[in-house]
């Protein structure tokens, strides 16, 4: 796909829709309220905010692993409150995810771990070697390939479950603070990948503590949550450009 097509879809196409969103765990208060905005395909989005603000339970929302507790959400034009629970499934192999925690498969190499997506979406195997080890050798994990987790470091661990996110070219990537295991150098190779991605035409939202990395992404929008609303609920608030 040429980058006309891409650059047209991502200023006429809506791929996110949070309308009044509210989010409450058990009896307890929301944790979000009241959230709306819009995310055009082909967008990168820098979720920003303290501890405690709601970040994880918003991406949560957006990957499908959480419905709200009101409003709506819809992705891909689809409304998914009221979407079956049996399609959620082709939805969710849709989009990206790194988590927080990783959840990388504890007896599956490193290989393995990243291959998951493409024999998921029935890859057929011959065909998955070689995109595989592109990837480890972006995340330098080459000679890491027959590793399984518990014998990786964490940084290690991160950049598995990167690798592993992106490797099917969602069509949107959720990241929840996907650098805070590695170090800087490693972390803006991770980013530079991520922009690549987003250059294809995938929709990123990336949590951050990492002001630093907001410069590197000259394009990119933020979204800022204070104690679970969206203060700047339009998503277009650019960071401001780096002195020299």
């Known amino acids: 796909m040429g980058d006309g097509p891409v650059e047209a879809r991502a200023f006429v196409a809506s791929i996110v829709q949070f309308e009044n969103v509210g989010l409450r765990y058990g009896q307890g208060p929301e944790t979000l309220s009241d959230v709306s905005f819009s995310l055009h395909a082909g967008t990168f989005h820098f979720l920003l905010g303290p501890s405690g603000a709601g970040k994880t339970s ?48 504890p007896h599956l190499s490193a290989r393995d771990n990243i291959a998951l997506p493409l024999r998921v979406a029935g890859m057929p195997e011959e065909d998955i070697a070689e995109p595989v080890g592109e990837m480890l050798a972006w995340v330098g994990l080459t000679d890491r390939a027959d590793a399984r987790p518990p014998t990786l470091s ?91």
Do not use: C, W
């Open 58 to 105: 918003l991406l949560r929302l957006l990957y499908l692993s959480q419905r709200p507790s009101r409003g709506v959400i819809r992705l891909f034009g689809e409304d998914m409150v009221t979407s079956p629970r049996g399609r959620l499934p082709g939805f969710r192999r849709r989009i990206g995810v790194v988590f927080q925690d990783f959840r990388l498969v």
């Open 154 to 244: 964490g940084g290690e661990q991160q950049r598995v479950a990167i690798a592993r996110a992106v490797i099917n070219r969602p069509e949107i990537l959720v990241a929840d603070e996907p650098t805070g295991n590695v170090d800087p150098d490693m972390a803006e190779r991770l980013l530079k990948l991520f922009a690549s991605l987003n250059r294809l035409g995938t929709t990123v939202v990336m949590a951050t503590h990492d002001h630093h990395l907001l410069h590197r992404v000259p394009d990119a929008r933020l979204m800022r949550l204070e104690r679970g609303r969206l203060a700047d609920p339009t998503g277009m608030l650019r960071y401001p450009p780096a002195t020299p």
